[in-house]
Nanobody, 121 residues
Framework: QVHLVESGGGLVQPGGSLRLSCAAS????????MNWYRQAPGNDRELVAS???????NYADSVKGRFTTARDDDRNTAVLQMNSLKPEDTAVYYC???????????????WGQGTQVTVSS
């Protein structure tokens, strides 16, 4: 079994910062990618940031210059540092990872349970 657990959501004023964390646990052989998605009420889930095994990161245009993601492969963790937050960043944020488990020849996607981020004055 593999589990992803997010933490760090909450309520913040516009212009503020939050740091989300994602921890993967279980019988993991390798993590190909660790990604952050978000879903606001009435909207589709959208990709916010992603990292690949070589550590390179990509961001949605809406968060470039404000959000930064990084991963620690020794700890199987990822973080999403969110600065200059705007009300439109309000959403449930999900950690997503493509992971190969012990005993498996291929990788598959896993999702965390999500953490609420609310940006409001």
């Amino acid at each position: 079994q593999v589990h992803l657990v997010e933490s760090g959501g909450g309520l913040v004023q516009p212009g503020g910062s939050l740091r989300l964390s994602c921890a993967a646990s279980g019988n993991i052989v390798s993590i190909e990618s660790m990604n952050w998605y978000r879903q606001a009420p009435g909207n589709d889930r959208e990709l916010v940031a992603s990292t690949t095994v070589d550590g390179s990161a990509n961001y949605a245009d809406s968060v470039k210059g404000r959000f930064t993601t990084a991963r620690d492969d020794d700890r199987n963790t990822a973080v999403l540092q969110m600065n200059s937050l705007k009300p439109e960043d309000t959403a449930v944020y999900y950690c997503n990872a493509r992971i190969r488990r012990i005993g498996s020849l291929s990788s598959r996607e896993y999702w965390g349970q999500g953490t609420q981020v609310t940006v409001s004055s």
